[in-house]
């Protein structure tokens, strides 16, 4: 008898903490990333593409989302002047969800020119040289990795630019990497 109330207690014990851990990794398993590397037909590099040729823009960042039991890419890229264009892919048919240029009407006009602004500086980084592009980068971090990236956006860490790339082996698990966005001199 002694064996079965000690049990019992140890028995809970381990069952509430193996919920807590299910819980924890539902969470976490929340940020929208594909289930394996094939469960998407149109790939990030793919979107990007797509994104590129409608608006004419460069890509600044990308990641795949799902609303409404739809996965797609969310992509935003700058035009030559620094305007922004936002442009959604489904990640099934690749078709364009949503085609858009960034600008407020209605918004706060110094907002605008600030991002404006920031997107010409970028720009002029990549064509002089300094800075990767982002489809370097998620080429890179997919041979490094041996995964299908579904993320990529820039990051500021004191100064310095990096690419935060997520992607998803060929077993199903997810990584994140992050890559200097500054050109190595040569």
């Known amino acids: 008898m002694k064996k079965s109330s000690v049990f019992k207690p140890a028995a809970m014990s381990t069952l509430l903490g193996m919920s807590a851990l299910m819980v924890m990794g539902t969470a976490y398993a929340h940020d929208d990333?594909?289930?394996s590397m094939t469960e998407d037909s149109v790939t990030l590099l793919q979107a990007i593409e797509?994104?590129?040729?409608?608006?004419?823009?460069?890509?600044?960042?990308?990641?795949?989302?799902?609303?409404?039991?739809?996965a797609f890419y969310e992509?935003?890229?700058a035009g030559k002047n620094g305007e922004s264009y936002y442009t959604v892919i489904n990640s099934s048919t690749g078709e364009v969800i949503l085609n858009s240029n960034n600008r407020r009407k209605h918004g706060d006009d110094h907002h605008d020119s600030d991002d404006q602004l920031e997107n010409a500086l970028w720009l002029s980084g990549l064509n002089s040289g300094q800075y990767q592009s982002l489809e370097d980068?998620?080429?890179?971090?997919?041979?490094?990795l041996s995964g299908k990236a579904y993320s990529v956006e820039i990051d500021e860490h004191r100064g310095n630019y990096v690419y935060e790339v997520k992607l998803v082996t060929a077993n199903g698990r997810t990584v994140e990497t992050e890559?200097?966005?500054?050109?190595?001199a040569k």
């Not at 797509?50 to 739809?70: C, F, H």
């Not at 980068?137 to 490094?144: F, G, L, N, T, Y």
Request: charged residues 25%; hydrophobic residues 45%.
């Open 179 to 184: 890559i200097n966005a500054m050109t190595v």
């Open 75 to 77: 992509i935003e890229l």
């Open 33 to 35: 990333a594909p289930k």
């Open 137 to 144: 980068v998620v080429k890179q971090a997919e041979a490094e």
């Open 50 to 70: 797509l994104a590129k040729t409608n608006t004419g823009g460069i890509p600044m960042e990308a990641e795949r989302d799902v609303e409404m039991g739809q």
